[in-house]
């Protein structure tokens, strides 16, 4: 089983996902199309994409425009999906949901309290997840919200029966976050943002709640939903 893997920015090593995916027996293809490489074509037999996040905009023209295209054609086939941050707010515009900055102007950088939004599957009780963003998005109409924030009230989303949007990083480890603070020191001081010290601590706190979520969520809604879409297509 492939999955197709579009990134934003450089390749993080050993990502909580990719490590997940790969302990199921998934091969990984990695594209970047900010960086000038193609997206496939529907009929390359992928079984799943992943969409990271990155500094972009789901706002932004080019390639952007071109990838949220791209989305929408993969989605309304019935093709499972996966939306990390950027990727689950490209997921909420291809279907015509707005995206856009907190009207206060805050962020979101450190680990955030969300609660379930009724679907007990996705997420059956309250959990602190790690956050970077400044944007967020709207619901595109006839989607299930799945999880509430606070400060950016829509933090999951399933669009048809297949496709998620998540507005946080289930995908970042402890390294990987160190990584991202010393990048973008500066990003530390935006309204919002939870200093150095203080991350730290809450990854030593949460990430394990984090591992655990993370593989109900493949095992119990994502999973299935490739296994049935490879039946039918077996048929």
């Not at 920015?9 to 990502?15: F, N, S």
């Not at 199309?33 to 496939?40: F, H, I, K, V």
């Not at 944007?135 to 924030?149: C, D, I, K, V």
């Amino acid at each position: 089983m492939r999955v197709l893997m579009l990134r934003h920015m450089k390749r993080m090593q050993g990502d909580r996902v990719s490590k997940a995916l790969i302990a199921r027996g998934f091969k990984l293809d990695y594209r970047c199309p900010a960086e000038g490489e193609p997206l496939p074509p529907l009929d390359e037999g992928h079984h799943l994409t992943v969409v990271y996040g990155g500094v972009q905009s789901a706002n932004d023209d080019g390639y952007i425009r071109e990838e949220i295209d791209w989305i929408r054609t993969w989605v309304s086939a019935g093709r499972p999906y996966l939306g990390l941050c950027l990727g689950g707010q490209l997921l909420a515009s291809a279907f015509g949901a707005k995206v856009s900055h907190h009207p206060e102007g805050q962020h979101e950088i450190g680990f955030v309290r969300i609660c379930p939004a009724g679907d007990a599957e996705f997420l059956p009780a309250p959990l602190y997840v790690y956050q970077w963003h400044k944007e967020g998005f709207e619901l595109p109409s006839g989607a299930t919200l799945l999880a509430l924030g606070e400060a950016f009230p829509n933090q999951a989303f399933r669009y048809g029966d297949a496709a998620y949007g998540i507005q946080f990083h289930p995908e970042v480890t402890a390294e990987i976050m160190l990584d991202w603070m010393k990048d973008s020191e500066a990003s530390l001081r935006a309204p919002g943002a939870s200093p150095k010290e203080k991350q730290v601590e809450d990854a030593a706190r949460h990430n394990g709640s984090i591992d655990v979520w993370l593989d109900q969520f493949l095992d119990l809604c994502l999973l299935p939903k490739i296994a049935e879409k490879r039946r039918i297509a077996a048929r």
